[in-house]
């Protein structure tokens, strides 16, 4: 009951601040921006060490995926945030004159960011970026998986920003219940299905907009390449679109990849030599690679190893240390594709290799499963590239690269289906947590009035056919034509 009280409190007061309008004002937008950027330069060690005691980030890993990405969002949005909250002119039709129009973007209110635990500064500051852009006020609920980053964000968020419109509320499933109990303009979270529906039902209760940020099973796609170079290259980018963000455990991150059988070979073969290059021989060792998050999502991964028709198919890796938990990098050969393995989202350092007949069936094996966040294909056939396009339905479809989409501010990033749905990221974060508020301005000098009942005189069938004539039908609504005798 303490706890529920004291959230109602601190959301109650978020409002009676957001109702001051001080949120609205450009400076203040633009001064919560640069205590961002302060924040991440002031602190990047704090960070550093953070993410290494929660996920066994290295710091070039830290700053790849997590504080550079952070500051380049905060940067983007500090430039561009004026011209984002100048309304949008929109074109009237002459039939309306005299009047305009434009579309104003405004404040949702009091936003709720749930943030991840595989990138917990990234998936906490990043969308916060967005919210405090639109001129929102904000709690973020950050994972309590990884205890240290929600610590940290904790501590220093109040000494950069402004504490009256930006709060960070730490604790496990029973705060998430309680968050979820009050009324919030809009929630926006990062994490598993399973509780992205639970988040929905709650906001379904008070109609609150949500943006659900998920994952999927991502597939790549490895067509033929005839160029040596290409084909490593690719592999190569394959390598590290798995293990190098948090060791696999990342929504966009490569889950199985897809190849002709003739092509399997060469290919598992180039992978073990990136692998060895990238990691080391014995990766636990390099301490370059990410550790499992915790003992439970560890577990889970080995259940997946323990499968007898699953261990078969290893054919590099598979090795585990419970004490550290880490799990190397494990590429599997065509697993029963009715294993667990490639029933769910691994969600770690475990790579099915699936082969085909022809790499055109890819097409119908990915649409025979849920709709991925990401597609990832490795081709130069023009023709097959806007199959996939075309044929396919994901968040997002990346040719001949891989995550690079996420750190690319001029491009939505979202999912679709169960990988999630709404968008962010640059101008789309600015969006997704405004309101696009119609505006019209009319005259009082000019008026038409009827002078007789003029629907009298007029069948049905000739009004009919004027409304076929762009705006005619809303000239004889005016004129008194709303009535059909």
């Known amino acids: 009951m303490e706890i529920g009280w004291e959230m109602e409190k601190s959301v109650r007061e978020l409002r009676e601040y957001f109702k001051t309008g001080k949120t609205r004002s450009v400076t203040w937008r633009k001064n919560q921006l640069r205590g961002i950027l302060d924040l991440v330069h002031d602190n990047e060690n704090a960070m550093f060490d953070a993410l290494y005691h929660d996920l066994g980030k290295h710091p070039v890993e830290a700053y790849r995926d997590e504080i550079g990405g952070v500051e380049k969002s905060a940067n983007n949005s500090l430039s561009c945030v004026e011209k984002w909250m100048v309304p949008k002119k929109s074109s009237i039709p002459l039939f309306f004159f005299p009047a305009k129009g434009e579309v104003l973007s405004e404040p949702l209110g009091v936003v709720l960011i749930f943030s991840s635990w595989n990138f917990p500064i990234m998936l906490a500051l990043d969308p916060l970026i967005g919210a405090i852009a639109a001129g929102n006020v904000v709690v973020i609920k950050p994972s309590d998986q990884a205890p240290k980053c929600s610590n940290f964000l904790a501590n220093i968020i109040p000494q950069y920003l402004d504490s009256n419109a930006v709060k960070v509320i730490e604790g496990g499933p029973n ?40 994952g999927g099973k991502c597939p790549a796609i490895l067509d033929h390449l005839s160029n040596p170079s290409d084909f490593k290259l690719a592999v190569k980018r394959i390598v590290g679109g798995k293990w190098g963000p948090c060791s696999g455990q990342a929504c966009i991150g490569i889950d199985y990849v897809l190849v002709e059988d003739k092509f399997s070979s060469a290919m598992i073969e180039l992978l073990k030599k990136i692998i060895s290059k990238f990691y080391g021989d014995n990766p636990i060792q390099s301490k370059v690679i990410s550790r499992i998050v915790n003992k439970q999502n560890f577990e889970r991964l080995c259940n997946l190893l323990k499968d007898p028709l699953v261990e078969a198919c290893i ?128 005259n009082l000098c000019l008026e038409i009035e009827p002078r007789y009942p003029p629907w009298n005189n007029f069948k049905l069938e000739f009004i009919r056919k004027a409304y076929r004539f762009n705006y005619f039908g809303l000239f004889l609504q005016m004129l008194g034509f709303n009535k059909y005798n």
């Open 315 to 442: 054919v590099h890796g598979g090795s585990v240390d419970e004490e550290n938990l880490f799990i190397e990098p494990t590429i599997l050969l065509d697993p029963p594709l009715d294993a667990q393995i490639m029933m769910e989202e691994i969600f770690g350092p475990l790579l099915p290799v699936i082969t085909l007949n022809k790499i055109q069936e890819s097409i119908e094996f990915i649409n025979s499963r849920p709709k991925p966040l990401a597609i990832y294909a490795f081709t130069k056939d023009e023709t097959f590239k806007r199959k996939i396009q075309s044929e396919t339905s994901s968040g997002s479809v990346i040719f001949n690269d891989t995550l690079i989409q996420f750190l690319c501010d001029t491009l939505p990033f979202g999912g679709v289906g169960q990988s999630g749905f709404g968008r962010y990221h640059g101008k789309y974060s600015f969006d997704t947590f405004s309101h696009e508020k119609a505006v019209m301005h009319r």
């Open 175 to 214: 705060v998430c219940e309680q968050l979820l109990l009050q009324k919030w303009d809009k929630i926006f979270f990062t994490g598993s299905p399973r509780v992205a529906s639970i988040v929905m039902t709650a906001a379904a209760k008070n109609l609150t907009p949500v943006t659900l940020e998920l």
